[in-house]
């Protein structure tokens, strides 16, 4: 158990690295000697860990998408709080700029030679939130609240949707942005076949909170 316990941590130690480089250098500007150096190692132990820079990015990415999706299940699971107020809620927690580098990641992320940083942390997150988002779709639907035959492709819709559109990549004017968040409130609400602007105050905190 000790050697497991040690390897795990060797493999922390890894991806801590791989992060700080990578945001203050971005992926393709750092090379696995960068890595070796940052912490001191022996090329062949990086290796035994992973077998290239890609799996490190990978190995990185669902780390943190893996702690992003326990906070996004332990909101959704207090079924005490509204199913509306639970989704805004989740989506507020889903920042990846948090962390003592998330920032420079995030930023990073967002610059064309890191296209696949970036590519790779959106695919991830999908892959991990999208079921969360559908089971509160599911639970309103229990509830009355709204109705879809498609609730999992409703949610990877409009969470691809907002991803894409609302990315920081994407440059509109505050008219431009305004028109396109009451656009995606109102297609929102036509998905899940509830009445016009009954998801508003659901939704509008998280690009308010995301306007700060």
Partial sequence: MRVVKE???????????AEVLFST??????????IL??????????????????????????????RLTEKAEAIAAQRTIPVL???TMMLLSLNVG??????ELLAQAHKPQNALMHQKMESCL?????PIIASLIREGMEQGICQTDYPEETAEM?????STVFDELMKHSEEERQRKIEAYIYNL???????????????MPVFQNDNK
Avoid: P
């Avoid at 250098?25 to 960068?34: A, W």
């Avoid at 150096?37 to 490190?56: D, P, Q, W």
């Avoid at 609400?189 to 939704?203: C, P, T, Y």
């Fill in 7 to 17: 390897a795990e941590e060797r493999k922390n130690e890894i991806l801590d690295a």
């Fill in 98 to 103: 948090e962390g003592k580098f998330g920032q």
């Fill in 158 to 162: 409009t969470f691809l949707y907002a």
């Fill in 126 to 130: 999908l892959a991990g939130i999208n």
């Fill in 85 to 87: 107020q639970r989704l």
């Fill in 25 to 34: 250098k971005g992926f393709d500007s750092t090379s696995t000697s960068d």
């Fill in 37 to 66: 150096n940052e912490i001191g190692i022996a090329r062949g132990t990086l290796y035994y860990h992973f077998k290239s820079k890609e799996e490190i990015l990978d190995a990185m990415i669902n780390r943190m998408v893996h």
């Fill in 189 to 203: 609400e036509r998905l899940l076949n509830m009445e016009k602007n009954s998801m508003k105050s659901a939704i």
